[in-house]
């Protein structure tokens, strides 16, 4: 576990069916220091479901934050404790999310109208484990979408003792729009943010939406405390490779796209052990050679092979052969070692 409060300034997102520990472990490979977000599970899966499987995940993935869904205080207070068990290093409350099935169980965007829920929820949470509790919600709903709306809901929940904000830039329609539509539809509104900033100068508060590369992200820090980035961390992972030196000021962590590939291999046998399938574990690596010669082939072979019964290492290996090798290419080998994040650990916590 990180030791103190983590650092906002540069985050991925949570996004379900994506941000799953395996793709965690690969992003980790790249950046040292983003903090990364779980998918969201419920609050009422982590007390009723099997535990290992919701919330399981390996060491070397801090900092990583879990991200929960629910509206009822004492399981929200419940599932936090379990959160704090497994090791996160900070407990997020999705107030964000527009889809049907979300709002059906009343949690998710529907409840940026109910800000003295969410007050209540980060008081019995704060009250419950020692963790950070964020909270991610949109800049409003529906009609309900002025700044004073906003400032409004995070006035009431501060109060409760909430000190970091991340507010994605849109406002979310819930209803007559997909999940997937409230992603681009509604018009981004990055200055909303800022105000927010300059209105709570004593808050943290993180911007997301819209951020495509981090030149993009270095101008929004300008403003606010922290960026997060979403999809285009997911479908264009090798920039965050750059991360850590540019925003922390830190060493980065230097693997080559190739390098990267060879220190998922140890993991990728263990989870395989583990009964993992491969394409669980390689679908979240299809982008990483993205506007690199021989891109295509590299997703395709994936994408073809690793779903079959019983593929395994060899699939990954037969796909990164299809790529040019940058050190052969210039003579050289590579000067580090294709190795797991650390010697001996391969996330073994449970198949997922």
């Given at each position: 576990?990180?030791?103190?409060?983590?650092?906002?300034?540069?985050?991925?997102?949570?996004?379900?069916?994506?941000?799953?520990?395996?793709?965690r472990y690969f992003l980790r490979l790249l950046t040292r220091r983003a903090l990364l977000y779980s998918e969201m599970v419920t609050a009422?899966?982590?007390?009723?479901?099997?535990?290992?499987?919701?919330?399981?995940?390996?060491?070397?993935?801090?900092?990583?934050?879990?991200?929960?869904?629910?509206?009822?205080?004492?399981?929200?207070?419940?599932?936090?404790?379990?959160?704090e068990q497994f090791g996160y290093d900070e407990v997020n409350i999705n107030v964000g999310c527009p889809s049907d099935r979300v709002q059906s169980g009343r949690f998710g965007a529907c409840l940026m109208a109910e800000p003295d829920t969410v007050?209540?929820?980060?008081?019995?949470?704060?009250?419950?484990v020692g963790l950070p509790i964020t909270v991610k919600s949109r800049i409003g709903i529906d009609d309900s979408d002025s700044f004073d709306f906003l400032a409004g809901f995070v006035e009431t929940v501060a109060r409760a003792g909430c000190r970091s904000f991340i507010v994605h830039a849109r406002k979310a329609m819930l209803k007559g729009l997909s999940p997937k539509q409230n992603r681009?539809?509604?018009?981004?509104?990055?200055?909303?943010?800022?105000?927010?900033?300059?209105?709570?100068?004593?808050?943290?508060?993180?911007?997301?939406?819209?951020?495509?590369?981090?030149?993009?992200?270095?101008?929004?820090?300008?403003?606010?405390?922290?960026?997060?980035l979403g999809r285009a961390a997911y479908q264009t992972p090798y920039l965050l490779g750059r991360v850590d030196s540019r925003f922390f000021d830190a060493a980065p962590?230097?693997?080559?796209?190739?390098?990267?590939?060879?220190?998922m291999y140890p993991y990728i046998e263990a989870q395989l052990a583990a009964g993992v399938r491969l394409q669980?574990?390689?679908?979240?690596?299809?982008?990483?050679?993205?506007?690199?010669?021989?891109?295509?082939?590299?997703?395709?072979?994936?994408?073809?092979?690793?779903?079959?019964?019983?593929?395994?290492?060899?699939?990954?290996?037969?796909?990164?052969?299809?790529?040019?090798?940058?050190?052969?290419?210039?003579?050289?080998?590579?000067?580090?070692?294709?190795?797991?994040?650390?010697?001996?650990?391969?996330?073994?916590?449970?198949?997922?």
């Open positions: 576990m990180s030791l103190g409060a983590p650092d906002h300034r540069f985050c991925v997102a949570p996004m379900m069916e994506w941000t799953d520990r395996h793709d009422e899966a982590v007390i009723h479901g099997d535990r290992e499987r919701l919330l399981g995940f390996a060491p070397e993935e801090h900092p990583v934050a879990l991200q929960l869904g629910g509206a009822d205080p004492g399981q929200m207070a419940r599932a936090a404790e379990a959160a007050a209540a929820c980060v008081r019995a949470m704060r009250g419950a681009d539809i509604p018009p981004l509104d990055h200055d909303r943010v800022y105000r927010l900033k300059r209105h709570f100068p004593e808050l943290e508060i993180i911007v997301n939406g819209g951020i495509r590369d981090l030149d993009q992200a270095a101008a929004h820090l300008a403003e606010v405390d922290g960026v997060m962590a230097g693997l080559s796209r190739h390098d990267v590939v060879a220190a669980a574990i390689t679908r979240h690596i299809l982008g990483l050679f993205h506007g690199q010669p021989g891109a295509r082939a590299w997703r395709r072979h994936l994408s073809l092979h690793a779903p079959r019964p019983g593929a395994g290492l060899e699939v990954v290996r037969e796909a990164l052969a299809k790529l040019p090798d940058p050190d052969k290419q210039s003579g050289q080998l590579s000067s580090r070692p294709a190795t797991a994040l650390s010697t001996g650990q391969a996330g073994l916590d449970s198949p997922r």
